[in-house]
Structure formats: structure tokens, C-alpha cells
T-cell receptor
């Protein structure tokens, strides 16, 4: 009964380094999302996917790339990390339209 | 531009008080309005509303949607310290959830 699992939970990066955040869901959901949450800014959508092999840009996509090669996995990549990308990242998934989103536990990323 | 606005930004009450949290939205292709509770980690789902005027209720929490005036309220009666959290409102448009910045509720014993 895992739901949505994010790895890693914490990470510290140096400016310019790259990394990939993994999101895995076991609910057979079609839609998956990556959000970032910053103080006073709420949850902002980075990228999303409406099915395997598809991705689309959200509100704040710059500096991030994503891939959805398998239905259950949604990867978020940072090619060259910047201090402005210090944030808490949440992955979420939902079955189809008009259903709630289920969230992972978050990844706290610090870029120094 | 699609947006969701929540008020107040923060609220401090005493145990036993009743609180009302507000959420207004302006989005294209509105499908539903959702409320989440966030305590330090992942947001947890509370309610989803799709029809005007029909109250959803779960214990001491209730919520209602007004699609004509484009807002929703979340009521919490007889508040407890365990209700302390950030409450997030989101509007779903068919492929994206637009979130407000949240209302931070602190319940003092």
C-alpha cells in the first residue's frame, strides 16, 4: 500500500551539479505531476504527464526536464542546479479528470 | 491567467472556536475544487466539490462550493490542536491542479 513514493527525501547539491528525482506510484494512475513548494508561494506546477510517454509544461518549467517512460514512474531532472531551485518538491498522481491528487512525502532539495 | 486565492493567510484561534477558510478561483475549464490539509509533509485530501450548494461534511469539517460567485469555504467547528496545519485549496481544470498559497491555522490549547 505504498501510494506515491519519492526518492530521495533530502539532497544537498552544489551549484551546477545535476540530479534526478524519482516518483513512483502503484495506483495505476494516468496523470502525474511535479510541484515545487516555496514559502508564501504555495504549490506551483513544474511539469505534468497525462499518460505514459507524454509530458507537458506547467507554470514554472524552466531549468527542469521530465520523462515518463513507464506509466508508474515520473522523473524530474535538474541539469545544472541553481540556488533558486532550493525548494521542497512534491510529486502527485491522479486517476483521471475530476479525481483527487495523491501526494508523495516530498523531497527537500538545497542548492548551495 | 488562472489563479486561486485563499484568505486569510494565517489564523490563530483557541480550542473550541469555529473557523471559516475562504477560497476564490478564476480558472478556465473549471472541473472541481479541492481542499487539502498539510502538516509538515505531504498534503492530504479532505474534500472535492463539483456542484454548487451541496455541502460536503466529514466530522467537524465541512465545505461548500458556489460556482456562480467562484468561491468555496471550509468550515471547522470545535477546533482542536490537531487541526493546526496549512489548508490548501486547489482548482482542477482537467489536466492541472492550481493551488492557492494556503491558510495557516494555529489552534492554541
Amino acid at each position: 500500500n505504498a501510494g506515491v513514493t519519492q526518492t530521495p527525501k533530502f539532497r544537498v547539491l552544489k551549484t551546477g551539479q545535476s540530479m534526478t528525482l524519482l516518483c513512483a506510484q502503484d495506483m495505476n494512475h494516468e496523470y502525474m505531476y511535479w510541484y515545487r513548494q516555496d514559502p508564501g508561494m504555495g504549490l506551483r506546477l513544474i511539469h505534468y504527464s497525462v499518460g505514459e510517454g507524454t509530458t507537458a509544461k506547467g507554470e514554472v518549467p524552466d531549468g527542469y526536464n521530465v520523462s515518463r517512460l513507464k506509466k508508474q514512474n515520473f522523473l524530474l531532472g535538474l541539469e545544472s542546479a541553481a540556488p533558486s531551485q532550493t525548494s521542497v518538491y512534491f510529486c502527485a498522481s491522479s486517476y483521471y479528470a475530476v479525481t483527487e491528487a495523491f501526494f508523495g512525502q516530498g523531497t527537500r532539495l538545497t542548492v548551495v | 491567467e488562472d489563479k486561486v486565492v485563499q484568505s486569510p493567510l494565517s489564523l490563530v484561534v483557541h480550542e473550541g472556536d469555529t473557523v471559516t477558510l475562504n477560497c476564490s478561483y478564476e480558472v478556465t475549464n473549471f472541473r472541481s475544487l479541492l481542499w487539502y490539509k498539510q502538516e509538515k509533509k505531504a498534503p492530504t485530501f479532505l474534500f472535492m466539490l463539483t456542484s454548487s450548494g451541496i455541502e460536503k461534511k466529514s466530522g467537524r469539517l465541512s465545505s461548500i462550493l458556489d460556482k456562480k460567485e467562484l468561491f468555496s469555504i471550509l468550515n471547522i467547528t470545535a477546533t482542536q490542536t490537531g487541526d493546526s496545519a496549512v489548508y490548501l485549496c486547489a482548482s482542477y481544470t482537467g489536466n492541472q491542479f492550481y493551488f492557492g498559497t494556503g491558510t495557516s491555522l494555529t489552534v492554541i490549547p
